[in-house]
């Protein structure tokens, strides 16, 4: 999977950090239990009735479902909420139909994930991902953190509610100080054009070389009240 496009702008990264800090503590009843399944459903930018229809329903807890639209000509219905890494993730997808795809979250010795994101600043939002090495990772395995758009069901023109993945960043590296239990990435990600903030949270899980996801998390989102 390719990189996404975000720009390091060392003095927004660094104010973004110390705000960070003052919302690392989430209230613990603002905190989404440990997926077991990701759902993935890919739609073309082509296919409004796509976005509209029912579908594909939501995966019940413990279950994590990510939207990706995949982008066509700038002109299309759904040309704002798309990403590039759509395309890369769902190289079959059709312009008629959404393209489903599961993934059990449930392996013994799939590593521990932690992911949390500050308040938006200056048009980026800082998320951290944390990924527990203690037991070992399948050789070339790498992570990803990417910011979603939470949309409610019965807005946008959606009958479901939607996880619609805004923007990504990865692949990240977990061979960094490989002595230590532990390996953590910091990202200022750019503010999507269009986004609410409101409705912004962030993902992050980790696969292996072959693209087979096998750990995921989700943050409480940027408007969850951190404890004081």
């Known amino acids: 999977m390719v990189s996404s496009r975000w720009t390091r702008v060392p003095l927004a990264a660094s104010a973004l950090c110390l705000g960070f800090a003052g919302h690392a503590a989430i209230h613990p009843a603002c905190k989404p239990p440990p997926p077991q ?3 993935e459903r890919f739609m073309s ?3 409004q009735a796509c976005w509209q229809a029912a ?8 279950t994590m479902v990510l939207d990706w639209i995949a982008p066509t000509a700038p002109a299309a219905p759904l040309a704002a ?7 890369v993730r769902a190289p079959s997808l059709t312009a008629t139909a959404t393209l489903q795809r599961q993934a059990a979250l449930s392996r013994a010795d799939a590593p521990r994930l932690r992911i949390a994101d500050g308040p938006a600043w200056n048009g980026y939002v800082g998320v951290q991902l944390t990924v527990d090495r203690r037991a070992a990772l399948p050789a070339g395995a790498q ?6 758009e939470r949309v409610p069901a019965g807005s946008e023109g959606s009958d479901v509610t939607r996880q619609l ?3 990504v960043a990865g692949p990240l590296s977990l061979e960094e100080l ?6 953590r990435h910091f990202r200022a990600m750019r503010l999507p054009e269009g986004a609410r903030p409101e409705r ?3 993902v992050g899980w980790v696969e292996t070389a072959q693209g087979v996801v096998i750990a995921a998390t989700q943050s409480a989102g940027v408007n969850c009240k951190a404890v004081r």
Not at 81 to 87: L, M, Y
């Open 37 to 39: 399944q990701l759902v």
């Open 55 to 62: 579908g594909a329903k939501d995966g019940r807890a413990p």
């Open 143 to 148: 992570a990803y953190v990417a910011l979603v």
């Open 45 to 47: 930018a082509d296919c």
């Open 200 to 202: 912004l949270g962030s």
């Open 165 to 167: 993945v805004r923007a």
């Open 178 to 183: 490989s002595a230590a239990p532990t390996v």
């Open 81 to 87: 909420g798309s990403v590039p890494e759509a395309t």
